[in-house]
């Protein structure tokens, strides 16, 4: 099989693209967590050039070059950026942009969904997280970065234990993945059969089907399509319709596909996915029912916090001497 | 000469005709990766579980590719699996981020130290 890179050129990329994270990190002083962007990034840009390069002059698909470069700058952001709150937004970009590659699969359900579940509602209840769980600034003060968010954990190691997996799975996946056999027939088109009515509306509408005739799906032995047959009433004047004949409406789409996949291959696995969100919404509710003990360090502080404001109420109360108190 | 036949005289195989399986999963991996690594280096309690959801993204992603390389919407099923799960976590983990917050006014990972066992 064809390499789509030469390995040491792409062992080169990863080493060049961890050494670019490894200092993008966020580090206590401020410095040249930018260069390491840009080094990564190029490392990035130069592996997604060559790729193009190689694909030469037609551009198999442009945009899966696009999505990538941007869902992949975008993840990069998410685990450089100091603040949560840019983080969580990179993180929506990143899912478009997964939302794009997954249009290209010819998976648009899953787009849509992607779109909606995770950038519409999950990341909304991470962005309701960071402000509820983020000390707001004083007035006229700037806002400082808290240290946990400021310096990063062992930025080199981690890199290191990251871009070496990042290696070994690249290794794999340029030796063997080709090796996987290729489903034969494409079962997709051979659900019409499961579809008496769509076949007929869908046919009727275009005048391919008359009164007095039915249309019959007739598969192959090993569950493909083999034709969709139009039949007179009485059984003479059988006939094939020919794939070009074929209105724009019959082939099976890809939401019809899905939830045949979905609700007759694996009806258990939906009532178990029920089962674990509502165990999951059960247990957030219990959790954030319960009162919380403050220990030592922050009663004192809430306590130094109450006094404060009670002071400053009482001098400018003292400062007005006509207020009433 | 154009730089196809440079790099083909280098020593580079022939140009690739499609984006092939190999392609997606090599966008999955390197965010796998990145996921992994904002896991391990990020202080923040969020931001750890934000990584967790980049890396079901990642296996969503090499998901899908295989379905379209089987042809098999197993993979796509799959996905809606994926996101059950990530919303599950998203809700217990962050109700917990919450709880901890506030018992200690601080998202800190290691101010959880104490936890060892």
């Keep these: ?325 | 000469m154009n730089a196809t036949e440079l790099l083909a005289q280098t020593g580079f195989p022939a140009p690739m005709a499609t984006i092939t399986l190999a392609h997606y999963l090599f966008v999955s991996a390197a965010m796998f990766v990145l996921g992994i690594i904002g896991f391990i280096s990020r202080r923040n309690l969020i931001i750890m579980f934000l990584c967790t959801e980049l890396m079901f993204q990642a296996a969503g992603i090499a998901l899908v590719a295989f379905g379209r390389y089987h042809l098999d919407f197993t993979g796509q099923t799959f996905v809606i699996f994926v996101l059950t799960v990530a919303a599950a976590e998203a809700a217990m983990g962050l109700a917990l981020v919450v709880l901890l917050f506030r018992r200690k006014e601080s998202l800190d990972a290691q101010v959880w130290t104490d936890m060892k066992g």
């Design chain 1, 1 to 325: 099989m064809d390499t789509i890179l030469n390995p040491f050129l792409l062992y080169g990329l990863i080493a060049l693209g961890a050494v670019g994270v490894a200092i993008a990190l966020p580090r206590r002083k401020a410095g040249p967590q930018i260069f390491g962007t840009i080094i990564a990034a190029t490392a990035g840009g130069i592996g997604i050039a060559l790729l193009t390069l190689k694909a030469g002059k037609d551009f198999p698909n442009v945009y899966f070059y696009i999505f990538s470069a941007i869902a992949l700058g975008a993840a990069l952001r998410v685990i450089t950026h100091p603040r949560p709150v840019y983080a969580a937004l990179y993180f929506i970009l990143t899912i478009i942009a997964t939302a794009g590659l997954f249009l290209i699969l010819s998976a648009e359900f899953m787009a849509f969904a992607l779109v909606i579940v995770y950038a519409g509602a999950i990341l909304i209840t991470y962005l309701f997280v960071i402000m509820l769980a983020t000390q707001a600034p004083e007035e006229d003060e700037i806002e400082v970065l808290t240290e946990y968010d400021s310096s990063a954990r062992e930025p080199i190691a981690a890199t290191v234990v990251g871009f070496v997996l990042l290696a070994v799975l690249t290794t794999m996946l340029f030796r063997g993945v080709d090796h996987l056999p290729v489903t034969p027939v494409d079962r997709t088109d051979a659900l019409l059969a499961d579809m008496p009515r769509k076949v007929d509306r869908v046919l009727r509408n275009h005048g391919l089907l008359e009164d007095g005739q039915t249309a019959n799906v007739i598969l192959t032995d090993d569950g493909g399509l083999e034709a969709v047959q139009i039949a007179a009433n009485d059984g003479a004047d059988v006939y094939a319709l020919p794939r070009e004949q074929w209105p724009a409406e019959l082939p099976v789409k890809n939401i019809e596909a899905l939830g045949f996949n979905l609700l007759r291959d694996h009806p258990g696995t939906i009532e178990i996915a029920g089962v674990i969100l509502l165990m999951a919404m059960l247990g957030a509710v219990v959790l954030s029912r319960k009162q919380v003990q403050l220990d030592e360090d922050a009663k004192l502080k809430q306590a130094r916090m109450l006094s404060d404001e009670v002071e400053g109420n009482e001098g400018t109360a003292a400062a007005q001497p006509g207020a009433t108190v």
